[in-house]
């Protein structure tokens, strides 16, 4: 099995929307954000309650992953074929006499072996969440233009806080590679097996984490800001203070280092995955 993998890509949205938009945006729908059931069931609070206490502005990590395989080979099958009637003893064809078994379920028939020739070939493109690993909903984001980062290692934002991935290319790469590859069944020859990552990407996309306080209630509340949809949520999280790390494209693309301990069906492919990585390594 030949397994190739494209080169790996990252990249960064810019906002569509900026923090002061999303401000006036979250400002207008504060109360039922914070207040959530709670306010809907008792007395709708004042929105002079509710402050807003701090913004996080922040750029979320989210991988794309696609890869296909492609196998040919040789089967062989056994074809039964019913003939006329009853009468029938022998049947000449391809120059060949077959003799006619009276004893088939279905009716008298004569049996032919033959080698069917066969392609298989299977997609499979998955978005991940780079903090959880759990997919992700990255249509949404296809339309939006976004920018090469040439330098992952130095990769910072002036306004922005980047939040490394907790997630690595290996891990995303092996559950794409899990649904692709399939063992083949009743196969006699295999003559060709490939298996092409075609995409391993991280994307870094903006969003506005704006926390709220109900001091009556002793109640805080993080509105989390989608930068490109404008979409708003609220019981979300501030990361800058939990997740801990860097971003590192030794360290985030390390299909090289883990392509030994891929969880992929049959015991070779792993081997040759390493080789496919350190061949293209070296005529890079």
């Not at 989210?62 to 074929?81: L, N």
């Amino acid at each position: 099995m030949d397994i190739y993998l494209a080169d790996e890509q990252a990249y960064h949205y810019v906002p569509r929307f900026t923090l002061e938009v999303a401000r006036d945006r979250v400002e207008q729908k504060k109360t039922s954000l914070v207040a959530g059931t709670l306010g809907s069931l008792f007395s709708r609070p004042d929105p002079g309650d509710i402050q807003l206490s701090s913004v996080e502005n922040r750029l979320e990590p989210f991988w794309i992953i696609s890869a296909s395989a492609r196998t040919v080979y040789d089967r062989t099958r056994a074809f039964t074929v019913p003939v006329s009637g009853p009468d029938v003893q022998r049947v000449r064809i391809f120059g060949q006499e077959v003799p006619v078994d009276k004893k088939v379920k279905e009716g008298p028939a004569f049996t032919l072996e033959g080698v069917e020739s066969c392609l298989e070939e299977r997609h499979a493109a998955r978005s991940f969440d780079g903090l959880t690993g759990e997919k992700f909903e990255a249509e949404k984001y296809k339309a939006f233009p976004k920018t090469v980062i040439v330098d992952l290692d130095n990769f910072t934002s002036p306004e922005a806080v980047v939040i490394p991935p907790q997630v690595r290319a290996a891990a995303v790469v092996r559950q794409v590679l899990a649904e692709v590859i399939r063992p083949v069944q009743n196969a006699q020859v295999i003559h060709e097996e490939t298996v092409r990552v075609e995409a391993i990407e991280l994307n870094f996309r903006p969003v506005y984490a704006l926390e709220y306080e109900w001091a009556a209630k002793g109640k805080r509340v993080v509105v989390e800001f989608d930068a490109l949809t404008g979409e708003m949520t609220a019981g979300g999280k501030k990361l800058s203070a939990q997740i801990k790390g860097m971003v590192s494209r030794d360290l985030l693309f390390d299909i090289t280092a883990d392509a030994a301990g891929m969880l992929v069906p049959g015991g070779g492919i792993a081997v040759k995955l390493v080789k496919a990585v350190v061949d293209r390594s070296k005529s890079g």
